[in-house]
């Protein structure tokens, strides 16, 4: 049942090829053209759509903060994300031009029903995008968008993550369309990105071994951090979270900007620090991750660079280089986040502890 892995978590952490494969599946034309028939919600209303909340937890709410990247991009629709569980209480304004987007692997999560609940007796529209078919977030949305990633028994989120994002892009590609704000021909070579997504995840779990002799390296590690910039901040968290979960150790995910205001404090020698590059780009991202990442290596972190391949400046930064296939950076999020799923993973497995029931915690929430 395991397909020969000593953890569902593993075998699930392998699939991820075919998850992304099957929730790219029957979405697009050969041009390119988005269909999403699942979205019962008439596209005169999405036209009309005039802001996006995304709302979810844990891994779920990551997913929602990399898709406000690529969404606000590409549609020019403001996008927030909230924690479902504070959703509510705050307030929030919420119109009949309102989406709000329910991401929850189980479709169960109370905190996420509860959001939508609120969300749809204010008027708002509700799209759940969901990995089990007719669980009770996408039977009171009014929308869905299902991930097909497959069942997800590890308690650990990794294929139910990486095809949440997928689910995200898709639905921002859609909107783009509907609303004209990208060009036809940008929208069908994002979906050709997309599609090698399948292939560069492959690469990545083909050097496996290489993030499992660095959980060995590491099994002392009592503080390891994370650094992320733009939509590698979101992939900082959740490398961050999936440690804390699996290995019970102090693991903090940071952008990249906010460490001279306060974290650069807590660096002292030896310890480690994963840092997620944006690939080199027009922008200044680059840059300024490479020169944060030189910052903290002067006063003795150990540095493990995620970086694209090709990328010779970080070379010098590096103390363990960990090459990643060659993204945009909004598709990012989809290579970055396997090698810390990884190396989680493994450090568990070294220190002992059961992966795929971890102590205290539920595989899907459903008290509030
Ligand atoms: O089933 P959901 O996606 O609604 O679950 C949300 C979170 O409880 C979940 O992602 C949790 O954070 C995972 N254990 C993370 O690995």
């Known amino acids: 049942e395991k397909d020969g892995h000593d953890w569902f978590m593993r075998k699930e952490i392998f699939e991820q090829p075919?998850?992304?494969?099957?929730?790219?599946?029957?979405?697009?034309?050969?041009?390119?053209?988005?269909?999403?028939?699942?979205?019962?919600?008439?596209?005169?209303?999405?036209?009309?759509?005039?802001?996006?909340?995304?709302?979810?937890?844990?891994?779920?709410?990551?997913a929602g903060q990399v898709a406000k990247y690529a969404i606000e991009h590409w549609t020019r629709i403001p996008v927030e994300v909230?924690?479902?569980?504070?959703?509510?209480?705050?307030?929030?304004?919420?119109?009949?031009?309102?989406?709000?987007?329910?991401?929850?692997?189980?479709?169960?999560?109370?905190?996420?029903?509860?959001?939508?609940r609120h969300a749809r007796a204010q008027r708002a529209k509700v799209l759940a995008i969901c990995n089990t078919n007719g669980a009770t977030i996408p039977r009171e949305s009014d929308a869905v968008i299902y991930t097909h990633a497959g069942p997800e028994i590890g308690v650990a989120s990794t294929k139910g993550f990486l095809t949440q994002m997928v689910a995200c892009y898709l639905l921002g590609l859609y909107l783009a369309q509907l609303r004209g704000?990208?060009?036809?021909?940008?929208?069908?070579?994002?979906?050709?990105?997309?599609?090698?997504?399948?292939?560069?995840?492959?690469?990545?779990?083909?050097?496996?071994?290489?993030?499992?002799?660095?959980?060995q390296e590491l099994l002392d590690a009592k503080v390891v951090l994370f650094l992320g910039r733009h939509a590698g901040y979101p992939v900082a968290m959740e490398g961050a979270l999936k440690l804390k979960e699996l290995a019970y150790i102090h693991a903090e995910g940071f952008a990249a900007g906010e460490l001279k205001h306060g974290p650069i404090a807590l660096i002292e020698p030896g310890l480690p620090v994963f840092c997620v590059?944006?690939?080199?780009?027009?922008?200044?991202?680059?840059?300024?991750?490479?020169?944060?990442?030189?910052?903290?290596?002067?006063?003795?972190?150990?540095?493990?660079?995620?970086?694209?391949?090709?990328?010779?400046?970080?070379?010098?930064?590096?103390?363990?280089?960990?090459?990643?296939?060659?993204?945009?950076?909004?598709?990012?999020?989809?290579?970055?986040?396997?090698?810390?799923?990884?190396?989680?993973?493994?450090?568990?497995?070294?220190?002992?502890?059961?992966?795929?029931?971890?102590?205290?915690?539920?595989?899907?929430?459903?008290?509030?």
Do not use: W
């Open 18 to 62: 075919e998850s992304v494969a099957a929730a790219l599946l029957g979405r697009h034309t050969e041009r390119g053209q988005l269909m999403l028939d699942e979205v019962r919600i008439d596209d005169e209303a999405l036209r009309d759509i005039d802001r996006i909340i995304v709302v979810g937890c844990g891994t779920a709410a990551y």
């Open 181 to 215: 704000t990208k060009f036809g021909d940008e929208i069908a070579a994002v979906v050709r990105d997309l599609d090698r997504i399948p292939a560069q995840v492959q690469q990545v779990l083909d050097g496996a071994q290489q993030v499992y002799d660095l959980a």
């Open 277 to 368: 590059v944006p690939p080199r780009g027009r922008d200044q991202l680059h840059d300024k991750m490479v020169s944060a990442i030189q910052e903290i290596r002067a006063r003795g972190a150990r540095t493990i660079v995620l970086a694209e391949a090709g990328d010779t400046t970080v070379a010098d930064v590096a103390d363990e280089l960990i090459e990643l296939p060659q993204v945009p950076v909004l598709l990012q999020p989809l290579v970055a986040t396997v090698p810390l799923q990884l190396f989680a993973c493994e450090l568990a497995t070294l220190m002992g502890h059961d992966v795929d029931q971890p102590r205290n915690l539920a595989k899907s929430v459903t008290v509030e």
């Open 82 to 116: 909230e924690l479902a569980h504070e959703f509510r209480y705050r307030d929030p304004i919420l119109t009949r031009n309102t989406l709000v987007v329910a991401i929850s692997q189980s479709g169960e999560t109370a905190d996420t029903l509860m959001a939508i």
